[in-house]
Nanobody
Framework: QVQLVESGGGLVQVGDSLRLSCTAS????????MAWFRQAPGKERVFVAR????????YYSDSVKDRFTISVANAKNTVYLEMNSLKPEDTAVYYC????????????WGQGTQVTVSS
């Protein structure tokens, strides 16, 4: 079992920056790919970014590429999502997930953190 706890959400203005954190605990956490997803009001949850603990290899959705950066701090068992140049369409609940990118399955999820970008 893996437990994930997100933090760092909040209300910001257009163009602001925000950093989300996800702290992982449990068994074999470094065996998983870590990812961020988001769910806007009335919409399905969608992929944002992913990273491997040991490789540091990253992948982003087109909508956030060049604005968001995913990173890990292995010593802290923490994954970060640095979000810059925020837009109103970035407003969503952001979820941290642990799983297997190759088969696109993420069995473990955090509780989510709200990000609201006000214009």
């Amino acid at each position: 079992q893996v437990q994930l706890v997100e933090s760092g959400g909040g209300l910001v203005q257009v163009g602001d920056s925000l950093r989300l954190s996800c702290t992982a605990s449990g068994r074999n956490i470094f065996a998983y790919t870590m990812a961020w997803f988001r769910q806007a009001p009335g919409k399905e949850r969608v992929f944002v970014a992913r990273i491997g603990w040991s490789t540091g290899s990253t992948y982003y959705s087109d909508s956030v590429k060049d604005r968001f950066t995913i990173s890990v701090a292995n010593a802290k068992n923490t994954v970060y999502l640095e979000m810059n140049s925020l837009k109103p369409e970035d407003t969503a609940v952001y979820y941290c997930a642990a799983g297997f990118w190759a088969i696109n399955e993420y069995p473990y999820w955090g509780q989510g953190t709200q990000v609201t970008v006000s214009s």
